[in-house]
């Protein structure tokens, strides 16, 4: 609750010294990797503030005891980037941080998302004081002015709350990523992860792994074609690393710490022909680990295939999320059942490893349509090293998509909330646009999964025909 007949404080504005970027769990995760949005920034602030001391604190690799312990030790800022798993958990960490005198900024989709909502319930003057400042879109310019002591009234891309209690939110200014320095992946003891994958991940054949970012943005996300799930929020189009300096990067990444797979974080890999001809040119040229992009259905053809298995991508996710043509319609992708079956067709004749992603309860879902999408996958009959790791879940509702919005029309109850209560909104969600209830969408992910490992073991020596 806002109190606006009050001064609310807003933290002095000198130059810091110290400053955390705080990465937390939430949800169950199988693949442990540094993260990249902590990593890119970091990397920022040592070029640009070069006596200024960031600390990336991981709790995937502190546990949550050690992390509260550090952020215990008085940093002058705490930074966090919230996603929907991870949002009560961060608020915890968020209130530790507040606790010993930090000033508490939050960044990321689901912060500029819900940023009313948060500054409402967590912003200074609120019972749960935890947080002053949320920077949405780019963040690399707007970190390195808080850290520098600039008053919050001049820093772009922030939202925050003016000492009445109004939400100020300052002009945007979109940075250019081909001018950002590479992510300098040393900030973090990388063999500390590779030994937790390692650990976790190893029986899969995949350790060693990074995730990388070479494109920034969806060219769909702004416009009419954005799916009904998709919360990024995004200005400025897709901006692109120059194609030769991906590649470059990528390779070095192979050569100086050994990485061998990577997890390529762009959305349409594939979406721009001319980028994706020059990278596939360079980095067919140089040492590459194995690349695990996106691509929407409808971008695949043969030659962007062959281009991909050229520049060294063994695996693509394909957003397919049903077989049912009425849910797809629904879902304002573009693509058909059809259109999914020869994008997969495609990338199996190019030589690459298609990884069908799946979303179970989607608007229209039943237990027809539940059906249909397994038995089509069965007549697809994937090879069994597309079954080893698969995107398979039961929707989520998050902030900032479109699906939110329909929710909260038939659920005014949520307006305001910045931390609903999960099962409940799913309940909600169901109610209102499935004929498929939870429990047949818990009982379809465990026929998915079965079908995937047992495909994925029959592909293993010495084991029987596939499912
Ligand atoms: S879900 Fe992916 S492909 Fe769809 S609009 Fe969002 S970023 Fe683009």
Same mark, same amino acid.
């Given at each position: 609750?806002?109190?606006?007949?009050?001064?609310?404080?807003?933290?002095?504005?000198?130059?810091?010294?110290?400053?955390?970027?705080?990465?937390?769990?939430?949800?169950?995760?199988?693949?442990?990797?540094?993260?990249?949005?902590?990593?890119?920034?970091?990397?920022?602030?040592?070029?640009?503030?070069?006596?200024?001391?960031?600390?990336?604190?991981?709790?995937?690799?502190?546990?949550?005891?050690?992390?509260?312990? !550090?952020?215990?030790?008085?940093?002058?800022?705490?930074?966090?980037?919230?996603?929907?798993?991870?949002?009560?958990?961060?608020?915890?960490?968020?209130?530790?941080?507040?606790?010993?005198?930090?000033?508490?900024?939050?960044?990321?989709?689901?912060?500029?998302?819900?940023?009313?909502?948060?500054?409402?319930?967590?912003?200074?003057?609120?019972?749960?004081?935890?947080?002053?400042?949320?920077?949405?879109?780019?963040?690399?310019?707007?970190?390195?002015?808080?850290?520098?002591?600039?008053?919050?009234?001049?820093?772009?891309?922030?939202?925050? !709350?003016?000492?009445?209690?109004?939400?100020?939110?300052?002009?945007?200014?979109?940075?250019?990523?081909?001018?950002?320095?590479?992510?300098?992946?040393?900030?973090?003891?990388?063999?500390?992860?590779?030994?937790?994958?390692?650990?976790?991940?190893?029986?899969?054949?995949?350790?060693?792994?990074?995730?990388?970012?070479?494109?920034?943005?969806?060219?769909?996300?702004?416009?009419?074609?954005?799916?009904?799930?998709?919360?990024?929020?995004?200005?400025?189009?897709?901006?692109?690393?120059?194609?030769?300096?991906?590649?470059?990067?990528?390779?070095?990444?192979?050569?100086?710490?050994?990485?061998?797979?990577?997890?390529?974080?762009?959305?349409?890999?594939?979406?721009?022909?001319?980028?994706?001809?020059?990278?596939?040119?360079?980095?067919?040229?140089?040492?590459?680990?194995?690349?695990?992009?996106?691509?929407?259905?409808?971008?695949?053809?043969?030659?962007?295939?062959?281009?991909?298995?050229?520049?060294?991508?063994?695996?693509?996710?394909?957003?397919?999320?049903?077989?049912?043509?009425?849910?797809?319609?629904?879902?304002?992708?573009?693509?058909?059942?059809?259109?999914?079956?020869?994008?997969?067709?495609?990338?199996?004749?190019?030589?690459?490893?298609?990884?069908?992603?799946?979303?179970?309860?989607?608007?229209?879902?039943?237990?027809?349509? !539940?059906?249909?999408?397994?038995?089509?996958?069965?007549?697809?009959?994937?090879?069994?090293?597309?079954?080893?790791?698969?995107?398979?879940?039961?929707?989520?509702?998050?902030?900032?998509?479109?699906?939110?919005?329909?929710?909260?029309?038939?659920?005014?109850?949520?307006?305001?909330?910045?931390?609903?209560?999960?099962?409940?909104?799913? !309940?909600?969600?169901?109610?209102?646009?499935?004929?498929?209830?939870?429990?047949?969408?818990?009982?379809?992910?465990?026929?998915?999964?079965?079908?995937?490992?047992?495909?994925?073991?029959?592909?293993?020596?010495?084991?029987?025909?596939?499912?």
């Amino acid at each position: 609750m806002i109190l606006l007949f009050c001064i609310l404080p807003v933290p002095s504005a000198v130059p810091m010294k110290k400053i955390a970027l705080v990465y937390t769990l939430g949800g169950r995760y199988d693949e442990i990797l540094p993260p990249l949005w902590a990593l890119a920034l970091a990397t920022y602030m040592r070029q640009a503030a070069p006596g200024i001391k960031v600390d990336i604190l991981d709790e995937q690799v502190l546990g949550a005891k050690r992390l509260a312990g !550090l952020l215990a030790r008085r940093y002058d800022l705490a930074g966090f980037s919230p996603v929907t798993q991870t949002y009560g958990n961060v608020l915890k960490f968020a209130r530790v941080a507040k606790k010993n005198g930090s000033m508490v900024v939050f960044g990321g989709h689901y912060a500029s998302a819900l940023k009313k909502e948060i500054l409402a319930n967590r912003g200074p003057g609120s019972a749960d004081y935890c947080l002053d400042a949320i920077v949405c879109y780019d963040g690399e310019k707007a970190l390195h002015e808080l850290a520098r002591g600039t008053p919050f009234g001049g820093i772009k891309n922030l939202v925050y !709350l003016t000492p009445g209690g109004q939400l100020a939110e300052n002009p945007v200014e979109i940075m250019d990523f081909s001018r950002l320095p590479p992510v300098d992946y040393t900030l973090l003891d990388l063999e500390r992860y590779f030994k937790i994958q390692e650990r976790k991940m190893g029986k899969l054949g995949i350790g060693r792994t990074l995730s990388f970012i070479a494109q920034r943005g969806c060219k769909w996300a702004a416009g009419a074609g954005r799916c009904i799930f998709c919360g990024i929020q995004t200005m400025g189009g897709v901006r692109c690393i120059p194609p030769e300096s991906a590649a470059r990067q990528l390779s070095s990444l192979y050569r100086k710490y050994g990485v061998r797979h990577v997890y390529e974080a762009g959305d349409d890999y594939p979406a721009n022909p001319a980028w994706l001809r020059e990278f596939s040119a360079a980095a067919s040229r140089l040492k590459m680990p194995a690349l695990e992009v996106y691509a929407k259905a409808t971008t695949l053809n043969p030659a962007n295939a062959a281009l991909l298995k050229a520049a060294g991508v063994k695996y693509v996710c394909v957003g397919v999320e049903s077989f049912s043509d009425d849910i797809l319609r629904r879902l304002n992708k573009g693509a058909s059942a059809a259109v999914s079956r020869r994008a997969v067709s495609v990338l199996l004749e190019a030589g690459l490893i298609p990884n069908t992603a799946l979303i179970l309860g989607l608007p229209g879902e039943t237990r027809e349509t !539940l059906s249909l999408t397994l038995s089509e996958l069965k007549k697809i009959g994937l090879p069994p090293d597309c079954c080893q790791r698969t995107c398979l879940n039961i929707v989520a509702i998050c902030p900032g998509t479109r699906l939110w919005q329909m929710l909260l029309e038939k659920e005014p109850k949520y307006r305001g909330q910045d931390l609903p209560d999960s099962h409940e909104l799913r !309940l909600d969600y169901l109610k209102h646009f499935c004929e498929a209830g939870e429990a047949d969408l818990e009982a379809a992910l465990k026929v998915f999964s079965n079908y995937f490992a047992a495909r994925a073991k029959a592909g293993r020596p010495g084991r029987g025909k596939a499912a």
